[in-house]
């Protein structure tokens, strides 16, 4: 028996209005604040939870120095088309790989690794 269930995943940001409005327009849901905390419930999964952070430096991919700290897999129907969709919303591409690859790996507008899958 698990001793607790997962509530959110909490990203650490300059800006957590900005950042839940980009997870918002990825994943679906509506930002909600309360006292400087940003949740975001996510449709058909775990709620995300943005907070600000003074000073807040992003990790690096890959960087052997560097804590990576942690990423978000998210699955797609259509890898292509959902690359251009993140673009647009302010993502960079930190890795592609190669051409037949079911997995590519991006940045958020926070510097926040997360890889689109078409798994």
């Known amino acids: 028996m698990p001793i607790a269930t997962l509530g ?3 990203l650490d940001c300059p800006d957590p209005h900005a950042l839940a409005a ?4 990825v994943l ?3 930002p909600v604040e309360e006292d400087g905390w940003i949740d975001l419930a ?7 939870a943005f907070q600000v952070a003074p000073g807040y430096v992003p990790p690096a991919w890959p960087a052997p120095d560097r804590s990576q700290q942690f990423h978000l897999d998210l699955t797609v129907d259509d890898i292509d088309k959902a ?3 993140v673009l647009a919303l302010g993502a960079t591409v930190l890795e592609v790989g ?3 690859r079911t997995w590519r790996v991006y940045a958020d507008p926070a510097g926040h690794p997360f890889c689109l899958c078409a798994c």
């Open 22 to 25: 980009f997870y918002a327009a």
């Open 42 to 48: 996510v449709p058909g999964g775990a709620g995300l």
């Open 83 to 85: 690359e251009a969709q």
């Open 8 to 10: 959110s995943v909490v």
């Open 28 to 30: 679906g849901g509506e």
């Open 98 to 100: 190669d051409p037949g």
